[in-house]
């Protein structure tokens, strides 16, 4: 659950669950906060599990497992995924090489099974797996996050290379500042400190050096959408990463890991059997609508709603490959037509490392 409760209901929060942990949904008037985003720059605590790894096999066995190169520098991280062995997306995952010890974010309801599981599949490498739970993750997203961040940290400057991270203090408090893959398409920062700390990192956050907006689950979703970045819970839970596109995890130069057979077949023998795309519907569909081309259903809905920027409904879909079709019919419950439209919805300072892309 969230650790700041009690300081974001000061901010006029309500509530919900997000993969299984109790996160803010918003503070009031979410289109406003939202434009505010968009403009200038907003402040969320993430809903992030986090796992530390020790020991001296720790890059060699998480790199074993997942579907990206693990680096073996300090201050480097990547994004990666735990595939099944039919090659479906177990949890997705950023793995950062901290010194001593890897930080790997992943969805909150996934930390401990991941880490049941990895624990008894240690032998003989020398492993500690940890569910580190002192730790507390703010995002900084907006055109002005790189000015934010800049105005409030004191050490080193703000980290320019995507997943890179520096180590610094806000005010007296001790943190690490990583550089983001552009999830919202916008620049971005992800603020780690330690759970005891989190309220005064995230009064600083809010309130000093320039002002940023708070924001929530509800704004956070119609920001992904915008950008056009597929998430785990709605986009790539159980797909193949070759039909979610997201070749930003992939590293098809590594050695084996699970999963990896179906990942390279699909990639060198054909193409998936379906795509990820942006839909402009006349109206708002439910996720899970069905999307026809004449009287076939070739696709559905994943995640849809009301671009606060655009004014209009969006909405992600997976639809079969070979449908060329550039106008769909989407169940909203009833139907209505939808255009096949390019992504991003909206161009911002960045483009989200996890655009779809099919070769």
């Known amino acids: 659950m969230t650790v700041l409760e009690s300081v974001h209901a000061d901010h006029g929060a309500t509530f919900t669950e997000h993969n299984g942990t109790r996160v803010v949904a918003e503070y009031g008037r979410p289109d406003r906060t939202h434009r505010a985003v968009r403009n200038v720059v907003g402040v969320i605590e993430r809903g992030c599990g986090i796992l530390e790894i020790t020991g001296d096999d720790r890059v060699s066995y998480v790199d074993n497992i997942v579907s990206n190169r693990v680096p073996r520098e300090d201050g480097v991280g990547c994004y990666a995924l735990v595939l099944d062995p039919q090659g479906a997306i177990e949890t997705d995952l950023y793995a950062y090489n901290a010194g001593e010890r890897l930080l790997l974010f992943l969805p909150p309801d996934r930390v401990e099974p991941l880490a049941e599981e990895w624990r008894s599949k240690v032998f003989i490498d020398d492993v500690e797996i940890r569910v580190a739970d002192d730790l507390v993750v703010f995002g900084v997203h907006g055109p002005k996050a790189t000015e934010k961040v800049a105005s409030v940290l004191t050490g080193p400057s703000v980290p320019e290379r995507p997943l890179s991270f520096v ?179 909206v161009e911002g300072t960045e483009r989200s490392a996890r655009l779809p892309t099919y070769e």
Request: proline share 6%.
């Open 167 to 345: 180590r610094g203090s806000m005010g007296d408090v001790g943190v690490t500042v990583v550089a983001g893959d552009g999830l919202v398409g916008e620049e971005g920062y992800e603020i780690v400190c330690g759970a005891a700390d989190a309220d005064r990192v995230f009064d600083t956050l809010i309130t000093h050096g320039m002002n940023a907006a708070p924001f929530g689950y509800t704004t956070w979703n119609t920001l992904t959408l915008e950008a056009g970045t597929p998430l785990f819970d709605t986009e790539l839970a159980g797909v193949i990463p070759n039909v979610a596109g997201v070749h930003a995890a992939l590293d098809f130069e590594k050695g084996c890991y699970v999963g990896q057979e179906v990942v390279s077949r699909v990639e060198n023998h054909g193409r998936p059997s379906r795509r990820l795309v942006g839909l402009a519907p006349e109206a708002v569909p439910e996720s899970g609508a069905s999307i026809h081309d004449g009287d076939a259903v070739v696709g559905e809905v994943t995640r849809s709603a009301r671009s606060p920027l655009k004014d209009e409904p969006i909405a992600l879909a997976y639809v079969d490959f070979t449908v060329e079709a550039t106008e769909l019919t989407v169940d909203a419950p009833t139907d209505c037509t939808a255009s096949v439209v390019d992504l991003p919805f």
